[in-house]
């Protein structure tokens, strides 16, 4: 029979401690997993990864059309919401100092007569800022409906700086 030494004696209980700490916290862990995908429904849980499907080709020419639109209403100097919301950005980029905003993304919903009849962005910082870009987006309708099986909200990047001089 193989003697052990005294501190070899005192270590295995150690080891053998730690290892069974480890091994209740793997089947703990191993546990969770097996909880989470008896959960997740089997469609959660592809087996390759998925690509999201590229949209109709009508649906991304309506889409720039409704953008180009919309950067045209943005950029009328006779509109005193244009005005407004210029001097807003000219007033932050200079006495701020803070830079123009990065393009907004928006969610954008159109009715059949291509009224926008629901319009959602991340607030500008400023309340009458937000209201005269909802104003410039919502009060007149876009030139076309949108296709009738095209999906909405319409998921659309505006640039909000100031116009090119020509």
């Given at each position: 029979m193989q003697e052990f030494s005294q501190a070899e004696r005192r270590s295995a209980p150690v080891h053998a401690t730690r290892w069974s700490n480890i091994l209740q916290w793997l089947k703990r862990i191993g546990a969770g997993i097996g909880i989470a995908a008896a959960l997740a429904p089997a469609e959660a849980l592809p087996a390759q990864p998925m690509q999201a499907p590229q949209p109709p080709q009508h649906w991304i020419?309506?889409?720039?059309?409704?953008?180009?639109?919309?950067?045209?209403?943005?950029?009328?100097?006779?509109?005193?919401?244009v005005?407004?919301?210029?001097?807003?950005?000219?007033?932050?980029?200079?006495?701020?100092?803070?830079?123009?905003?990065?393009?907004?993304?928006?969610?954008?919903?159109?009715?059949?007569s291509g009224?926008?009849?629901?319009?959602?962005?991340?607030?500008?910082?400023?309340?009458?800022?937000?209201?005269?870009?909802?104003?410039?987006?919502?009060?007149?309708?876009?030139?076309?409906?949108?296709?009738?099986d095209m999906r909405q909200p319409m998921v659309l990047q505006l640039m909000l700086d100031f116009p090119q001089k020509q």
């Open positions: 020419s309506y889409a720039q059309l409704a953008s180009n639109q919309f950067a045209a209403w943005l950029s009328d100097p006779a509109d005193d919401a005005v407004r919301l210029h001097g807003w950005m000219q007033e932050r980029l200079l006495k701020e100092g803070q830079p123009l905003p990065p393009p907004l993304v928006t969610r954008v919903w159109v009715a059949p009224q926008v009849e629901r319009l959602e962005f991340a607030s500008l910082g400023n309340a009458q800022a937000d209201d005269d870009l909802r104003a410039l987006l919502t009060t007149r309708p876009l030139s076309e409906p949108p296709p009738p």
